[in-house]
């Protein structure tokens, strides 16, 4: 096990690969010379060479494509996107060609594509760069949604989705890059599909995912102080989303609270509750409740973003609610 | 008048013109009667811009087009009877009935779509050739799209990339001069096609698209530019739809005269014209030739009749790639 970022489990996958399988190789905004919006592909210009990471135009609808052109012509490529926000200019191709193609083909074709992004908020980037929109790739059936939240999971789904036939999009929350984590980097890709318990415990579940993670964990922590022991759920993957892993977390614990930093209306939240109730509505004890962002653009102000995303403490305060109203 | 043109060569894309413009009227028939349903989209009058394009192309290279592909789907090959059995809903069409009309797919002919998106395939088509040259494969992408593509932005993006990168892609821009309803003049600023290569210092060339020899001319020139590695290619292909956009479409906004003015430049019937003229063919061949092909097409509608459909079971068989557990 070795001690890494967020940041360097990404490149350490993609360094993995590109060394691995030639017909891997890496596109979008500034990922060569610049090394990656985000720093992650710095360095991999000069160990790969501009053929194998190729630096693109601010043509988002069109090198997405373009990934899944080269898809359907053998090659495995890993295309970036900057942020959820820009991923809009290409949805074109993503919900018209890249999750309908195999269908739509009578499943003559395939789209090995992996398409990684940042999501999420916490930097005071406002309305334009800071949303978390992975709900809405979830929806879309015909691609798989993975929200790695630790740097192992970073390089194990990264792996993982490398692997799959079919196109797979990574959302990585911004706020994750710099942290902490152990990685083994002798392990094998990690299962899509699969959720993990980061936290046992026997009074409530938060479901969460992403960079809502280490507030749920944190919330859990500072429950236990008052003697609440909250089992934590991370779902890693949106679509296939582990529903049987959800159930049977609430058949021991019989209480939910779903963390999502999407919008409350219409969220990701939204389908796990709907999932609760229809398979494990007898083993609640209580109503399901959801913590996610306020139902407004995010905001620049400190205080203000704050306030819009779920934190810590709103999960423990929904926790104590739903405890009260227990008798 | 000496002919520039082997017979045998003449007489086989001659058949396949009147192939697809047969194909097309029966298709209509059947449409009437409610065995085709969706939208359908007549390539009638565009024949010579499929065939004559298709001759310039490999088995190993790659096609792409769009929602009014019947065209090109039969000059690659695609048998009519897969295709009329596509149309059918059929599971034994070329997609098993998931796409229709819209969206013929060939994996084993390099045809790939079948795009409804306007403009949809172009990046598409980007990413098959860089994936030939990131495996040094001497191979084209031909992608075809119309008049109304040029106004997307993926049009633009995707000239833009291709050139940047030196890719093997050959834009094939059917116009017909009609975004659906839209006249080209009506929506764009240039109505020069070719110009618009020009900002992304890419080779263009315009050719009369009713006139086959000329098509495949162009086309082979273009396409031989583009394997050599020379890089992209814009190939415009002035052409006209006889029919209305699709089925659903009145047609008032365009003029029955300005209709006949361009009926009376049918690609067959100058093509036939030629041959006659050169003595390639005569009433009798004339009459094999449109019995050949009537003989197919029914063939193509029994089996279409005959086959099978897909059992409900399988619905979501084809979202995902099966995995080896």
Not at chain 2, 37 to 66: C, S
Not at chain 2, 195 to 208: E, F, I, R, T, W
Request: charged share 25%; with cysteine; aromatic share 6%.
């Amino acid at each position: 096990m070795t001690k890494m970022t967020y940041r360097e489990a990404v490149r350490g996958a993609l360094r993995q690969a590109l060394r691995s399988d030639p017909r891997v190789f890496l596109m979008g905004e500034d990922v060569g010379r610049y090394g990656g919006a985000f720093a992650v592909s710095h360095g991999l210009l000069e160990e790969f060479g501009p053929e194998r990471v190729r630096d693109t135009p601010l043509s988002e609808n069109t090198f997405v494509g373009a990934g899944i052109g080269a898809a359907l012509g053998g090659m495995r490529p890993i295309v970036e996107v900057m942020t959820v926000n820009f991923s809009l200019l290409a949805l074109d191709q993503i919900v018209n060609n890249a999750a309908t193609l195999r269908h739509m083909s009578g499943g003559q074709l395939s789209v090995p594509l992996v398409v990684r992004m940042a999501t999420g908020g916490g930097r005071q980037l406002a309305a334009q760069h800071s949303h978390s929109l992975e709900g809405w790739f979830a929806h879309i059936p015909g691609i798989k949604v993975l929200t790695p939240a630790t740097p192992a999971d970073a390089r194990g789904l990264l792996l993982a989705a490398l692997r799959d036939p079919d196109p797979v999009f990574v959302f990585e929350h911004a706020t994750l890059y710099p942290t902490e984590g152990e990685v083994d980097e002798a392990a094998g890709p990690a299962e899509i599909g699969r959720a993990e318990v980061r936290r046992a415990g026997d009074a409530v579940t938060l479901i969460t995912y992403g960079g809502s993670l280490g507030k749920a964990l944190q919330a859990a922590d500072r429950l236990a102080v008052e003697g609440i022991e909250a089992e934590v759920v991370d779902l890693r993957s949106l679509r296939p989303l582990d529903t049987a892993s959800i159930l049977a977390s609430i058949a021991r614990t019989h209480r939910a609270v779903i963390v999502d930093e999407g919008w409350r209306t219409g969220s990701f939240a939204a389908e796990v509750s709907a999932r609760i109730m229809e398979g494990g509505f007898y083993d609640l004890d209580g109503p399901v409740a959801r913590v996610c962002s306020a139902e407004v653009p995010m905001p620049y102000a400190k205080h203000m973003e704050d306030a819009a995303l779920p934190q810590a403490a709103t999960i423990v305060a929904t926790v104590q609610e739903m405890l009260r109203r227990r008798g | 008048m000496t002919a520039p043109v082997a017979r045998e060569h003449a007489l086989a894309l001659l058949r396949q013109m009147v192939l697809i413009r047969r194909f097309e009227e029966r298709s209509a028939e059947l449409y009437t009667r409610g065995k085709i349903r969706g939208f359908l989209h007549l390539y009638i009058g565009e024949e010579a811009v499929a065939v004559g394009a298709m001759q310039a192309l490999r088995p190993d290279d790659a096609i792409v087009a769009t929602y009014r592909e019947h065209g090109q789907a039969l000059a690659r090959g695609i048998p009519a009877a897969s295709l009329m059995a596509e149309m059918y809903g059929k599971a034994s069409g070329c997609s098993r009935g998931h796409g229709g009309s819209m969206h013929f797919f060939d994996a084993s002919r390099r045809f790939y779509g079948g795009h409804a998106i306007v403009g949809g395939g172009l990046p598409v088509a980007v990413g098959l050739a860089l994936a030939d040259k990131l495996q040094g494969r001497p191979r084209v992408t031909a992608c075809f799209f119309g008049d109304g593509a040029v106004a997307e932005g993926e049009f633009h993006e995707s000239l833009n990339l291709a050139a940047l990168w030196t890719l093997p892609v050959l834009f094939l821009c059917e116009n017909n001069l009609y975004a659906m309803g839209t006249a080209l003049a009506r929506h764009q600023s240039q109505i020069d096609v070719r110009l618009k290569a020009q900002a992304y210092a890419m080779a263009a060339d315009a050719v009369d698209g009713m006139d086959l020899l000329a098509v495949e001319a162009a086309t082979r020139r273009a396409a031989e530019a583009v394997r050599r590695g020379d890089g992209p290619f814009l190939l415009e292909l002035r052409t006209y739809r006889f029919r209305a956009h699709s089925t659903a479409d009145p047609e008032l906004y365009r003029s029955k005269e300005e209709v006949e003015r361009w009926r009376a430049r049918d690609p067959i019937a100058l093509f036939t014209a030629r041959l006659r003229e050169w003595g390639f063919l005569g009433d009798a061949e004339l009459a094999a030739l449109e019995a050949s092909v009537a003989a197919e097409i029914d063939a193509a509608i029994a089996a279409a009749e005959a086959g099978p459909w897909e059992p409900v079971e399988d619905l979501t068989k084809d979202v995902y790639t099966p995995v080896a557990p």
